[in-house]
Every structure is written in C-alpha cells, then in structure tokens.
DNA sequence: GCTCCTTTTGCGGTGTAGCGCAAATCGGAG
DNA sequence: CTCCGATTTGCGCTACACCGCAAAAGGAGC
C-alpha cells in the first residue's frame, strides 16, 4: 500500500485507499467531518481546487498524518535515527 | 528537521522550513509558480482555507512529495504487514 | 431482471482564496 | 540607528469550494 503522493490526484487516490483500508465509505467520513460525500468524492477525484483544511479534517478522521520527503528518498534519513 | 504534519499549521511550517533549507525565499517560490508572494506567505502562517493546488506547487519546485503514514508511529503499519 | 448501498453530478446561494497593486512591518547587516 | 530585502497586511475584484438538497449513475448481491 503505497501512500505517497506527488499531485492532487495521488493524493486524493491514497486518501480513497486509506479510508477503504479502514473499511469506511465517503458517508462514514462526511458523518464524521460535517463534509458532504460530494465534496470527499471531489477530492479522491483529485479535486486540486480543494481546500486544506479539507484534506486535513479527512486525515484526522483517518488517523493519518503528512510526512514531507525529497522526492525521490524512499525513506527520510532521521527517521531511521 | 522534523517535516511531519497533522494540522493545516504544521504542514504551513513544514514547508516553511523546507523553503529555508534550500535558500529560497517566498519570492523565489512566487516566481516559479505564479503564485503571490502574499498567498505563499499566507499559507506558511497555517492558512486552512489554501487551496491544495496551491500547496502541490510548492511542493513541486521545493522536489517534495507526501507520505501518509499512521498518527504516532514512525512506520506505517501496513508497511510492517 | 430487481434492490440496496455507494458514489458522482447538478443547481442556487454564500463565503473566501487568490489575483493585481500597494503599503506597512519585520529583521539582519553594516 | 539606518538601509534594504523579506514578509505580512489591506482593498476591490473574480472565481470557485462548499453548503443543502436532490437526482443520476455505479456496483454488488439476489
């Protein structure tokens, strides 16, 4: 399960495999966030134009959280340290 | 350097510190996005209300991607299964 | 085929990001 | 303290996310 992304579309497609991986549906997180199922189906979509705090209150809900790395580095030097 | 984010603040701090760690300025960014230096500064400060494409610009010319991983561990723990 | 759940798409209305442009404030170097 | 580049803040404007509500389209199972 990759969860890497370098567009909104990759982002919205590893957000649509976390929230799947948790066994939830769009309904489950709006119910949770106060989002609409439409508005989480545009950014799996890849909806570019979403806003932060969007994408954030998704994460929260999936217990997720951002790790910013080179592209490229599989793996962030500290976090073997 | 610890780029991890679980809040639209942090992640504005992150890339903050990813901008600093190259050298750049907001107006280096701003010149190679055609964002304004005022929307860079404004989401370096925790704007919520950013828009995601505005965020995977940046990304983009500071060769950073996103890794989702689990809140509080170090590892994803779909990587360890 | 049909049914049920999930996801996507659409419309009118409201709030706000990001724009150009500008001014104000901050911060380090001398 | 004085410069001067970097950052932040403000105004009027346009564009669009997100809302509620609804309907249409997918997909799995019977």
Redesign the pocket.
């Known amino acids: 399960m990759d969860l890497t992304a370098r567009t909104a579309d990759q982002l919205g497609e590893a957000l649509r495999r976390a ?2 991986a948790r066994g939830w ?3 489950d997180i709006s119910a949770r ?13 890849g ?5 932060l ?2 994408v954030m209150a998704i994460m929260a809900v999936l217990k997720l959280e951002f790790r910013l790395v080179t592209r490229g580095s599989s793996v962030d030097i500290e976090d073997i340290f």
Chains 1, 2 share one sequence.
């Open positions: 929230r799947k549906t769009q309904s966030t106060n989002l609409r199922v439409a508005t989480i189906s545009s950014l799996e979509n909806g570019a134009g979403t806003k705090a969007t």
